[in-house]
């Protein structure tokens, strides 16, 4: 190295040199010859280790970490990575700490086993120390060292210590008073001990004993670097990098992508780091999960072989229809096992999201959200369920200005009207009790009807008082509720009419107009406090005979538009009348996804739980469901998303207006292309490659061609007045309102990707909603076809999330530790056969539509094990058919004493217990990594056979004379609410036709039982053997129809009169039948032999 005649200094930890006497520009000199790695918490060059390589702290994910840092975060941190968050392990020429095993290293060091320099941590001396690698921590708060002392976050850095340069205790111009001299103590054990000498001020004298006392102190550099300026400069970079990256996230059209690796990229303060992480489920509950998978697979592989290579010669029927249910099963198990491949968690981080978002004394930042609330029928759904809804979402935890919360009234019914009004009302006193004290859950039936203690944690000395008051408002309330109720039962001749005495538009529910009242949001309605209050609007759709109206998909498109039109916030949140607020920060855990500045951009929807209220203790008919929601819908959150339930779920309103997502921004590669460039040059392809990719580029989805046409309608006026008549105004104009409708101001405000209205008039505001929502307005549009909530089935949840996978969007599932939403469900066993049966019926339009995704989506951007899940979503109503054929198997075995497989072998036997196994070791790991109790996991099985031996069954034939032969079916809506006691609904029987399957096959099983015991007794000791498993398969459909069984009882345990008779109708006749085609005695008659007696 070419010193020019200077005086170098270095650090071999600090992999820096200094150069003395050198000039400004020379003065400290990294070695950058040697490595280019930069640490991440302090911004220093990390050291190359003596084996010439550089140093690495984490094995896992090499973060880039210097040794200083590395040995401080093991010796007073969590002592784990900051970016993989896994512990660091002990390197060697580092001490051994708490926590270290020796076990986990094969390290012989035994010169730095023990730091004993940590005894030394009470001098005085070393307090200076100890504070500057805390300072060098400064990413991770405060922390208690194991030595007492307190490290210091970058908030108190004003109380360190300065550290002291190396001066010769002489002054200097150019040094600041406050930079002290440095002396190593010849006594130090390892030399690594500093000692700072009194400077001027200080009560101990000390004499200059230099050894050049007349040298120009100027010729001398600095001996030690000054950390606060190399900090300051330090988090200046980072601030920088920041603001390049938040401008890309906030105002581009494309995704960027931050190379966490790239020494540029600042590493994050709290305010700065992810909203939310991934959580995978762990190696040790996952691997094995998947190897029992593809064992099951090699079993079954086994099992097929020998079932189809061993046939029943005397029962060939009984043996290939069992065969060809049997590979069905197999084929549902395999669509419904791979997307749970790859299963995963997530966790939000609101305090981040409050630091970036909301700022002190500036308006929050935070999206506007429009909530929408969908209810048709007030007497199947009570109107205190929804005001409950309501007042739960007028008292979230998110800024009153940017909520607005919309009710679709479906009916158009005076009830719901009124009920909304009085809602509005007591909103004024219900919203700022519950934002004064923070109670949970905000919706008062459910908040005063907990079983808790009201009082626990709670200090404010008036809570005890203004709740009582509160409750009692509340009481007055339902009072007032109910007796609107009451008087709706009955309906006047002339129809009802409003205060101002004009008749009520929706007296005829069929033939109505448009209806919209804004209750809260517009100025002068203000809380008890004086505050402000959410936006709440009732709106009611025109409906006119001769218009198809599109049921829930219908009414949820037409609040999409008018919310657009009033509000026009960027998400969209839609739940059930019956499925209130659980959680007031559920808004928060959602925009922890939609407004992170990397991913965010790319997400259509976030999808939470559905988690229910009022559902008895053991639930008996799986209402819970919770093996989808905590299995299967983490398993999808791997993949590309969940799929759309429905319900609790925030939508990206520019992923409803059916564009595509936004293409993802590559890094530019590093490395040198020129050689595929020279080969094409050479070779004459390049010519040839351009001719092949130009067609491709032709072929654009509509709707990025729609998306280019957003220039031409910036001059676009309000819409009243008239637009600009240029060709390539007109021309877009014209794609646009073939696909959203004429309304130019609806679609200007599909223009706005943040949201926000550009009108203040709010009588042209209402004008114009009332427009979006007329009956002819979706005519010519495509509204329903790639526009908002998808047309075409009873299930419109499942085939609009599944458009918006076709787009290339994703989706993310949110299981925050407080359930977001909780609801209603049936457990009546006549109400829940009939919402699966509506959930069926769903599956089997879509399996028949043009959206089946079998044939449909592909070149989108549809993952293909996404696609497996959408398959099976919509296959499984097919099952039913083998399914109901299976459970009767067993009944005709034991009438027939026949059997779908011959004797059994050792080999036979093998196979059959391993795939037993197998299937309840699957089971077990999903229980395990999904956190499912088995008791859910055994009613989920039973109702399965259940749902699919009655509800599948019947929405096969109706979906397929729906499709086929034009015939309609009516929606029914499921019954929200009982006042007969707790759980009274569970034994309350109500006739349907779907009850009939079921019990038949529990019958006729019965009835097979019975016959076959008493011919095993009959025929003797050796007729047991081969009965066993028959037996056995009839006891599985007897023991999984169980809870149908006991649901037919009730509580008075005797069986309804019309089920027994026709069950026992159906019984017999099929018994009958089978006693007319295979009699049990030989069609010669009965074979007479002689006894050998001598009767005479």
Same mark, same amino acid.
């Given at each position: 190295?070419?010193? $020019?005649? &200077?005086?170098?200094?270095?650090?071999?930890? /600090?992999?820096?040199?200094?150069?003395?006497?050198?000039?400004?520009?020379?003065?400290?000199?990294?070695?950058?010859?040697?490595?280019?790695?930069?640490?991440?918490?302090?911004?220093?060059?990390?050291? @190359?280790?003596?084996?010439?390589?550089?140093?690495?702290?984490?094995?896992?994910?090499?973060?880039?970490?210097?040794?200083?840092?590395?040995?401080?975060?093991?010796?007073?941190?969590?002592?784990?990575?900051?970016?993989?968050?896994?512990?660091?392990?002990?390197?060697?020429?580092?001490? &051994?700490?708490?926590?270290?095993?020796?076990?986990?290293?094969?390290?012989?060091?035994?010169?730095?086993?023990?730091?004993?320099?940590?005894?030394?941590?009470?001098?005085?001396?070393?307090?200076?120390?100890?504070?500057?690698?805390?300072?060098?921590?400064?990413?991770?708060?405060?922390?208690?060292?194991?030595?007492?002392?307190?490290?210091?976050?970058?908030?108190?850095?004003? +109380?360190?210590?300065?550290?002291?340069?190396?001066?010769?205790?002489?002054?200097?111009?150019?040094?600041?008073?406050?930079?002290?001299?440095?002396?190593?103590?010849?006594?130090?054990?390892?030399?690594?001990?500093?000692?700072?000498?009194?400077?001027?001020?200080?009560?101990?004298?000390?004499?200059?004993?230099?050894?050049?006392?007349?040298?120009?102190? =100027?010729?001398?550099?600095?001996?030690?670097?000054?950390?606060?300026?190399?900090? #300051?400069?330090?988090?200046?970079?980072?601030?920088?990098?920041?603001?390049?990256?938040?401008?890309?996230?906030?105002?581009?059209?494309?995704?960027? #992508?931050?190379?966490?690796?790239?020494?540029?990229?600042?590493?994050?303060?709290? $305010?700065?780091?992810?909203?939310?992480?991934?959580?995978?489920?762990?190696?040790?509950?996952?691997?094995?999960?998947?190897?029992?998978?593809?064992?099951?697979?090699?079993?079954?592989?086994?099992?097929?072989?020998?079932?189809?290579?061993?046939?029943?010669?005397?029962?060939?029927?009984?043996?290939?229809?069992?065969? @060809?249910?049997?590979?069905?099963?197999?084929?549902?198990?395999?669509?419904?096992?791979?997307?749970?491949?790859?299963?995963?968690?997530?966790?939000?981080?609101?305090?981040?999201?409050?630091?970036?978002?909301?700022?002190?004394?500036?308006?929050?930042?935070?999206?506007?959200?429009?909530?929408?609330?969908?209810?048709?029928?007030?007497?199947?759904?009570?109107?205190?369920?929804?005001?409950?809804?309501?007042?739960?979402?007028?008292?979230?935890?998110?800024?009153? #200005?940017?909520?607005?919360?919309?009710?679709?009234?479906?009916?158009?019914?005076?009830? =719901?009207?009124?009920?909304?009004?009085?809602?509005?009302?007591?909103?004024?006193?219900?919203?700022?009790?519950?934002?004064?004290?923070?109670?949970?859950? &905000?919706?008062? #039936?459910?908040?005063?009807?907990?079983?808790?203690?009201?009082?626990?944690?709670?200090?404010?000395?008036?809570?005890? &008082?203004?709740?009582?008051?509160?409750?009692?408002?509340?009481?007055?309330?339902?009072?007032?509720?109910?007796?609107?109720?009451?008087?709706?039962?009955?309906?006047?001749?002339? $129809?009802? =009419?409003?205060?101002?005495?004009?008749?009520?538009?929706?007296?005829?529910?069929?033939?109505?107009?448009?209806?919209?009242?804004?209750?809260?949001?517009?100025?002068?309605?203000?809380?008890?406090?004086?505050?402000?209050?959410?936006?709440?609007?009732?709106?009611?759709?025109?409906?006119?005979?001769?218009?198809? *109206?599109? %049921?829930?998909?219908?009414?949820?498109?037409?609040?999409? /538009?008018?919310?657009?039109?009033?509000?026009?916030?960027?998400?969209?949140?839609?739940?059930?009348?019956? *499925?209130?607020?659980?959680?007031?920060?559920?808004?928060?855990?959602?925009?922890?996804?939609?407004?992170?500045?990397?991913?965010?951009?790319?997400?259509?929807?976030?999808?939470?739980?559905?988690?229910?209220?009022?559902?008895?203790?053991?639930?008996?008919?799986?209402?819970?469901?919770?093996?989808?929601?905590?299995?299967?819908?983490?398993?999808?959150?791997?993949?590309?998303?969940?799929?759309?339930?429905?319900?609790?779920?925030?939508?990206?309103?520019?992923?409803?207006?059916?564009?595509?997502?936004?293409?993802?921004?590559?890094?530019?590669?590093?490395?040198?292309?020129?050689?595929?460039?020279?080969?094409?040059?050479?070779?004459?392809?390049?010519?040839?490659?351009? %001719?092949?990719?130009?067609?491709?580029?032709? %072929?654009?989805?509509?709707?990025?061609?729609?998306?280019? +046409?957003?220039?031409?309608?910036?001059?676009?006026?309000?819409?009243?007045?008239?637009?600009?008549?240029?060709?390539?105004?007109?021309?877009?104009?014209?794609?646009?309102?073939?696909?959203?409708?004429?309304?130019? =101001?609806?679609?200007?405000?599909?223009?706005?990707?943040?949201?926000?209205?550009?009108?203040?008039?709010?009588?042209?505001?209402?004008?114009?909603?009332?427009?979006?929502?007329?009956?002819?307005?979706?005519?010519?549009?495509?509204?329903?076809?790639?526009?908002?909530? @998808?047309?075409?089935?009873?299930?419109?949840?499942?085939?609009?999330?599944?458009k918006m996978h076709c787009h290339g969007w994703r989706s993310v599932y949110c299981m925050p530790k407080r359930p977001a939403f909780k609801g209603s469900a049936p457990i009546n066993l006549s109400d829940r056969l009939n919402q699966v049966l509506r959930w069926a019926l769903g599956s089997v339009e879509i399996f028949l539509s043009r959206h089946c995704p079998i044939w449909y989506g592909?070149?989108?951007?549809?993952?293909?094990?996404?696609?497996?899940?959408?398959?099976?979503?919509?296959?499984?109503?097919?099952?039913?058919?083998?399914?109901?054929?299976?459970?009767?198997?067993?009944? @005709?075995?034991?009438?027939?004493?026949?059997?779908?497989?011959?004797?059994?072998?050792?080999?036979?036997?093998?196979?059959?217990?391993?795939?037993?196994?197998?299937?309840?070791?699957?089971?077990?790991?999903?229980? +395990?990594?999904?956190?499912?109790?088995?008791?859910?996991?055994?009613?989920?099985?039973?109702?399965?056979?259940?749902?699919?031996?009655?509800?599948?069954?019947?929405?096969?034939?109706?979906?397929?004379?729906?499709?086929?032969?034009?015939?309609?079916?009516?929606?029914?809506?499921?019954? %929200?609410?009982?006042?007969?006691?707790?759980?009274?609904?569970?034994?309350?029987?109500?006739?349907?036709?779907?009850?009939?399957?079921?019990?038949?096959?529990?019958?006729?099983?019965?009835?097979?039982?019975?016959?076959?015991?008493?011919?095993?007794?009959?025929?003797?000791?050796?007729?047991?053997?081969?009965?066993?498993?028959?037996?056995?398969?009839?006891?599985?459909?007897?023991?999984?129809?169980?809870?149908?069984?006991?649901?037919?009882?009730?509580?008075?345990?005797?069986?309804?009169?019309?089920?027994?008779?026709?069950?026992?109708?159906?019984?017999?006749?099929?018994?009958?039948?089978?006693?007319?085609?295979?009699?049990?005695?030989?069609?010669?008659?009965?074979?007479?032999?002689?006894? $050998?007696?001598?009767?005479?």
């Amino acid at each position: 190295m070419d010193t $020019g005649g &200077r005086l170098i200094a270095g650090s071999h930890i /600090r992999n820096e040199f200094v150069w003395i006497n050198a000039d400004e520009t020379r003065r400290l000199h990294p070695a950058k010859a040697l490595s280019v790695q930069i640490c991440q918490i302090c911004g220093e060059m990390i050291e @190359i280790t003596v084996d010439m390589e550089i140093f690495v702290a984490c094995n896992e994910c090499a973060f880039p970490v210097c040794r200083t840092c590395y040995e401080y975060e093991r010796r007073e941190g969590n002592q784990v990575c900051p970016q993989c968050k896994t512990r660091y392990k002990r390197i060697k020429g580092c001490p &051994r700490v708490v926590g270290d095993d020796e076990e986990d290293d094969d390290i012989d060091d035994l010169d730095h086993e023990f730091d004993l320099a940590k005894n030394d941590a009470l001098y005085p001396s070393k307090l200076s120390a100890a504070m500057l690698f805390a300072r060098r921590n400064n990413g991770y708060g405060s922390q208690a060292s194991s030595s007492g002392l307190s490290t210091c976050s970058e908030h108190d850095f004003s +109380q360190l210590p300065d550290i002291p340069l190396l001066t010769y205790n002489e002054e200097d111009d150019e040094i600041m008073s406050n930079h002290h001299a440095l002396i190593v103590s010849p006594f130090m054990g390892h030399g690594n001990r500093v000692d700072s000498l009194p400077y001027a001020g200080s009560s101990v004298a000390l004499q200059p004993r230099p050894m050049v006392p007349k040298k120009d102190m =100027t010729l001398y550099g600095y001996g030690s670097v000054a950390w606060r300026d190399r900090l #300051e400069g330090w988090k200046k970079r980072q601030s920088d990098k920041l603001q390049v990256i938040k401008q890309q996230g906030n105002h581009g059209g494309d995704v960027v #992508e931050i190379d966490v690796n790239n020494p540029d990229t600042p590493l994050m303060d709290e $305010g700065r780091k992810p909203l939310s992480r991934k959580l995978p489920i762990s190696s040790s509950k996952i691997n094995p999960y998947r190897l029992i998978i593809l064992l099951r697979l090699i079993i079954l592989g086994l099992f097929f072989h020998y079932r189809l290579l061993h046939p029943v010669h005397d029962a060939y029927a009984l043996w290939m229809t069992s065969v @060809i249910c049997e590979i069905w099963f197999a084929l549902s198990w395999i669509l419904d096992q791979f997307p749970k491949w790859y299963p995963i968690e997530r966790e939000t981080y609101l305090e981040r999201l409050s630091l970036r978002y909301e700022k002190e004394g500036r308006p929050s930042e935070l999206a506007s959200i429009d909530i929408f609330v969908s209810t048709v029928d007030p007497l199947k759904e009570p109107p205190l369920i929804t005001a409950n809804t309501v007042l739960s979402i007028l008292a979230v935890d998110y800024p009153v #200005e940017k909520v607005a919360c919309y009710v679709s009234d479906d009916g158009a019914a005076m009830l =719901t009207f009124e009920a909304l009004s009085e809602t509005s009302e007591f909103a004024t006193k219900w919203v700022p009790f519950c934002k004064k004290f923070n109670i949970e859950p &905000r919706a008062p #039936e459910w908040y005063f009807s907990q079983k808790i203690d009201y009082l626990k944690n709670r200090i404010h000395p008036g809570f005890a &008082r203004e709740r009582r008051a509160m409750k009692r408002e509340y009481e007055e309330f339902k009072v007032r509720i109910n007796g609107l109720v009451a008087t709706a039962q009955k309906v006047p001749e002339d $129809g009802w =009419t409003m205060q101002d005495g004009t008749p009520w538009p929706g007296n005829n529910v069929r033939d109505h107009p448009g209806m919209i009242q804004v209750f809260l949001g517009h100025s002068g309605v203000l809380d008890v406090d004086g505050s402000k209050l959410p936006t709440l609007v009732y709106v009611s759709r025109e409906k006119r005979p001769g218009f198809d *109206h599109h %049921k829930k998909a219908g009414a949820m498109n037409s609040l999409v /538009r008018v919310s657009a039109i009033l509000s026009n916030a960027p998400f969209v949140l839609n739940v059930d009348c019956d *499925h209130y607020i659980n959680n007031s920060k559920a808004l928060r855990e959602a925009m922890c996804f939609m407004m992170d500045p990397t991913v965010g951009k790319k997400i259509c929807f976030v999808q939470f739980p559905q988690r229910f209220d009022g559902i008895d203790l053991h639930d008996r008919y799986s209402n819970r469901n919770v093996l989808f929601f905590d299995i299967n819908m983490k398993g999808l959150d791997g993949l590309q998303g969940p799929i759309y339930v429905g319900t609790g779920c925030v939508f990206r309103r520019r992923a409803l207006y059916g564009y595509d997502a936004p293409s993802t921004k590559k890094v530019p590669s590093k490395t040198c292309n020129c050689w595929s460039e020279w080969c094409f040059l050479c070779y004459g392809c390049g010519t040839r490659k351009d %001719k092949k990719i130009k067609p491709e580029e032709e %072929k654009k989805p509509k709707n990025r061609e729609t998306s280019k +046409q957003i220039h031409a309608l910036e001059t676009i006026e309000e819409g009243y007045e008239g637009f600009v008549t240029e060709f390539s105004a007109s021309t877009s104009q014209t794609i646009l309102e073939k696909k959203f409708g004429r309304s130019s =101001t609806f679609i200007v405000s599909t223009l706005l990707e943040d949201g926000g209205t550009r009108y203040e008039s709010s009588s042209g505001f209402l004008k114009e909603a009332i427009h979006v929502i007329c009956c002819g307005y979706e005519d010519k549009t495509e509204w329903g076809k790639e526009v908002g909530w @998808i047309y075409g089935s009873v299930t419109e949840d499942i085939l609009t999330g599944f458009k918006m996978h076709c787009h290339g969007w994703r989706s993310v599932y949110c299981m925050p530790k407080r359930p977001a939403f909780k609801g209603s469900a049936p457990i009546n066993l006549s109400d829940r056969l009939n919402q699966v049966l509506r959930w069926a019926l769903g599956s089997v339009e879509i399996f028949l539509s043009r959206h089946c995704p079998i044939w449909y989506g592909y070149g989108g951007g549809l993952k293909w094990l996404e696609r497996l899940s959408y398959i099976n979503s919509v296959v499984y109503p097919w099952t039913s058919i083998p399914l109901i054929v299976y459970c009767t198997l067993p009944a @005709i075995c034991l009438l027939t004493g026949k059997f779908i497989v011959p004797e059994i072998s050792n080999y036979a036997s093998i196979v059959f217990l391993a795939l037993f196994m197998s299937i309840a070791a699957t089971g077990i790991l999903e229980m +395990q990594w999904g956190g499912v109790q088995i008791d859910d996991w055994w009613r989920n099985e039973q109702f399965w056979v259940i749902g699919g031996v009655s509800s599948h069954l019947f929405a096969l034939f109706q979906g397929l004379l729906k499709v086929l032969g034009g015939v309609n079916t009516n929606f029914t809506v499921t019954s %929200k609410g009982g006042d007969d006691g707790e759980y009274s609904e569970l034994y309350i029987f109500k006739w349907t036709s779907l009850l009939i399957p079921p019990t038949t096959l529990l019958i006729i099983n019965l009835v097979g039982v019975v016959v076959g015991i008493s011919d095993a007794i009959n025929d003797g000791y050796d007729s047991w053997g081969p009965l066993f498993g028959r037996l056995f398969f009839a006891f599985w459909v007897i023991v999984h129809l169980y809870p149908f069984l006991k649901g037919l009882l009730g509580k008075q345990d005797r069986m309804p009169t019309i089920v027994m008779v026709w069950s026992i109708l159906l019984a017999s006749i099929l018994t009958l039948m089978w006693v007319r085609v295979n009699p049990f005695v030989s069609r010669d008659g009965p074979v007479l032999e002689v006894c $050998g007696l001598d009767c005479d």
